[in-house]
């Protein structure tokens, strides 16, 4: 069937997701109050049609018009004494309010919210995408720091892929970086506030004088760069990494960076991950067709019966705990028979043999599926 009737059903009720982002919005960024209703309703409108056009045209890049767009936008809000940050977390509601209203609507479309979810984690980038250009329109530094604006604007154009190779070479030069090393793309998280300002010295970006290895800049509640040293470990909630890439192939890096920091925050990972450590639930949440097909067989079964949600929380439990029934008893407060019977129940209505690896491998990538779907 494809993404068509989910990208009509989008267009069509663009009107209600607006309501619903704009109230929202409204009622928990109090700095939208001095934005006028319709205008706000409009450009929500407008995120909206800009989301399922790029999808339909399979577009990676921004439209020159949008390009416009996006900046007049920033512009606007910049007037009406928006800040940035509360620009940033709108445009993610508005994502968010979206990509409710199309799990309400999926199963009329004949789609799961697995097919759903994937679609809008793909959605997020492209708000990574118009978030820059909405930075660059929100300008209320009268007087900018010129080196800041070159640094911001070389790791914009690297991680995003928009600069040719001889304003790389040049552009690392003047900052001090080695444009002949390897680097790493990072996105880093702070959930519980703002990224703190003292960058380099989180990120070790300057470890001797006249040498840098790494340059980063603050974007939304994040901190983006890239690096040829070494990651902190324990001084931010989450760092995101991608591979080790020379410079010119850092947006690659980047979006493998995207790609490990959705399967961290929907699976509750923190700490510095990458691939090789995420990669696994990266797959889970991508994978659609073979997690429809795993959910129909080991996920449906289960949750039909009346004590399928218990059964299956079991499971998920017992897994966790490496697959040993007392800490997973202890972690659920049951008795541990209870998780063994639990367990059997679960075998005899999947057909599955949790002592065998390759099934218990299929179960775990069923369970942690239906969890991200269900997020």
């Known amino acids: 069937m494809g993404l068509e009737p989910l990208l009509d059903a989008l267009v069509e009720g663009k009107e209600a997701i607006s309501d619903r982002h704009v109230r929202r919005a409204r009622a928990e960024i109090p700095n939208f109050a001095g934005v006028p209703l319709d205008e706000h309703r409009r450009d929500s409108v407008g995120a909206v049609v800009l989301l399922v056009g790029m999808r339909r045209a399979g577009l990676d890049s921004l439209p020159d018009e949008a390009r416009e767009g996006l900046l007049d936008l920033g512009e606007r809000r910049a007037k009406q004494g928006v800040p940035l940050e509360d620009m940033l977390r709108s445009w ?23 097919e759903v979810f994937s679609f809008f984690q793909q959605a997020f980038d492209v708000v990574d995408k118009t978030m820059v250009e909405i930075a660059r329109g929100h300008r209320t530094d009268p007087d900018p720091d010129p080196e800041a604006e070159r640094r911001a604007a070389l790791v914009r154009g690297l991680l995003m892929g928009e600069l040719p190779a001889e304003e790389i070479n040049s552009g690392c030069v003047v900052l001090g970086l080695d444009p002949l090393a390897s680097y790493a793309a990072f996105r880093a ?3 519980r506030g703002p990224m703190r300002d003292d960058l380099q010295s989180v990120f070790d970006l300057v470890p001797e004088p006249g040498r840098r290895v790494g340059l980063a800049i603050p974007f939304e509640s994040e901190l983006i760069g890239f690096t040829s040293g070494t990651l902190p470990r324990g001084r931010i909630d989450l760092v995101a990494v991608g591979p080790r890439v020379p410079a010119v192939d850092l947006a690659v890096s980047f979006t493998v960076a995207g790609r490990v920091l959705a399967a961290s925050e929907t699976f509750g990972l923190a700490g510095v991950q990458d691939l090789a450590g995420a990669g696994l639930h990266a797959a889970v949440i991508e994978d659609v067709e073979l997690g429809q097909a795993l959910g129909e067989a080991l996920i449906e079964p289960v949750r039909a019966q009346a004590a399928g949600e218990e059964i299956l929380h079991t499971v998920a439990a017992w897994m966790a705990s490496g697959m040993r029934v007392e800490p997973a008893a202890q972690r659920l407060f049951i008795h541990a028979n209870t998780v063994r019977y639990r367990l059997r129940r679960y075998e005899e209505l999947t057909g599955t043999d949790l002592s065998v690896t390759d099934e218990a491998f299929r179960v775990w990538w069923a369970i942690h599926r239906d969890l991200a779907a269900r997020r």
Request: avoid cysteine; charged fraction near 25%; charge should be negative.
């Open 189 to 191: 998280r702070a959930p």
């Open 92 to 114: 993610r509601m508005g994502i968010e309010e979206a990509m409710g209203y199309a799990t309400e609507i999926a199963p009329d479309l004949g789609m799961d919210s697995g």
